[in-house]
């Protein structure tokens, strides 16, 4: 009997450590995501003109001075065609942009290997689908190549330094009883721009724009193909999301439908 109760005790203790380190995990995720709500609020309430920016208060950033390049929101309606794993989807589709901005290191300052060549954006879309607001509005962070200089660039890869668990690659979503995979590479909306790799997740819009305006600058890195010179090379960049904040929310003042339609849109 006792013989029993010596050969149980080491595998007790050793529960009992498992549980106490679930435990002290556990708190130090909760400390973790407290932390960076903390931040994340103090991030918002900075760009807000009043310095008070309260749950769901309107940001304006267009009279201050965080845009060291000019921000202008672009927005158009553009026919696609969406390979899906049983047919094409034929959609016509709202989407909103901001004009692209220079790729910056992690020094604040441009990559020169892609000055002139590449450039990003962020974009929403769907807006509306056919007509009618969707529920699977997005952000969507864009690289585009500029007309006659990149043209041999392509961004294959894209993940958050900080959040890597989050999938922007994979980039499918279910269309219709069917699993809808966009083209990675389509034309760029925007002139004087040729191509555009768009990187987004579905169904976690969210914890996606949650976590890309953590703070003014958000680490990624990025993966580019260079087929002229036959190249792979990664960039550690620095995504600047004031222009983010910007674009949704003047998209939010121009369709108040969506908080509605998709209320986990929203900064």
């Given at each position: 009997?006792?013989?029993?109760?010596?050969?149980?005790?080491?595998?007790?203790?050793?529960?009992?450590?498992?549980?106490?380190?679930?435990?002290?995990?556990?708190?130090?995720?909760?400390?973790?995501?407290?932390?960076?709500?903390?931040?994340?609020?103090?991030?918002?309430?900075?760009?807000?003109?009043?310095?008070?920016?309260?749950?769901?208060?309107?940001?304006?950033?267009?009279?201050?001075?965080?845009?060291?390049?000019?921000?202008?929101?672009?927005?158009?309606?553009?026919?696609?065609?969406?390979?899906?794993?049983?047919?094409?989807?034929?959609?016509?589709?709202?989407?909103?942009?901001?004009?692209?901005?220079?790729?910056?290191?992690?020094?604040?300052?441009?990559?020169?290997?892609?000055?002139?060549?590449?450039?990003?954006?962020?974009?929403?879309?769907?807006?509306?689908?056919?007509?009618?607001?969707?529920?699977?509005?997005?952000?969507?962070?864009?690289?585009?190549?500029?007309?006659?200089?990149?043209?041999?660039?392509?961004?294959?890869?894209?993940?958050?330094?900080?959040?890597?668990?989050?999938?922007?690659?994979?980039?499918?979503?279910?269309?219709?009883?069917?699993?809808?995979?966009?083209?990675?590479?389509?034309?760029?909306?925007e002139a004087g721009y040729d191509k555009a790799n768009p990187f987004w997740i579905a169904y976690?819009?969210?914890?996606?724009?949650?976590?890309?305006?953590?703070?003014?600058?958000?680490?990624?890195?990025?993966?580019?193909?260079?087929?002229?010179?036959?190249?792979?090379?990664?960039?550690?960049?620095?995504?600047?999301?004031?222009?983010?904040?910007?674009?949704?929310?003047?998209?939010?003042?121009?369709?108040?439908?969506?908080?509605?339609?998709?209320?986990?849109?929203?900064?």
């Amino acid at each position: 009997m006792y013989k029993k109760i010596l050969l149980l005790m080491p595998t007790l203790i050793l529960c009992l450590q498992c549980d106490n380190e679930k435990i002290i995990s556990a708190k130090q995720n909760q400390e973790q995501v407290r932390h960076r709500i903390t931040k994340r609020n103090s991030y918002l309430s900075q760009l807000n003109n009043n310095g008070n920016n309260q749950h769901g208060s309107l940001i304006n950033l267009s009279s201050r001075q965080e845009f060291k390049e000019p921000y202008e929101m672009l927005e158009g309606i553009t026919p696609t065609e969406i390979p899906t794993t049983l047919f094409t989807y034929h959609s016509i589709v709202l989407w909103t942009k901001n004009k692209a901005i220079s790729i910056k290191g992690l020094d604040q300052k441009p990559i020169i290997p892609l000055a002139n060549k590449l450039r990003y954006s962020y974009s929403i879309s769907p807006i509306k689908s056919n007509g009618n607001f969707s529920v699977y509005i997005k952000p969507v962070i864009l690289f585009e190549t500029i007309q006659y200089n990149g043209d041999d660039l392509e961004v294959t890869n894209f993940y958050l330094e900080d959040d890597p668990q989050l999938d922007f690659n994979t980039r499918t979503q279910k269309v219709s009883l069917t699993t809808a995979k966009p083209h990675k590479t389509e034309l760029s909306k925007e002139a004087g721009y040729d191509k555009a790799n768009p990187f987004w997740i579905a169904y976690k819009t969210r914890e996606v724009i949650t976590t890309l305006t953590q703070s003014q600058y958000i680490k990624a890195t990025i993966t580019v193909n260079n087929k002229t010179k036959n190249t792979i090379t990664d960039y550690k960049i620095l995504l600047d999301s004031t222009y983010l904040v910007q674009l949704i929310q003047e998209t939010l003042n121009k369709y108040p439908q969506i908080k509605t339609v998709a209320p986990d849109f929203r900064l």
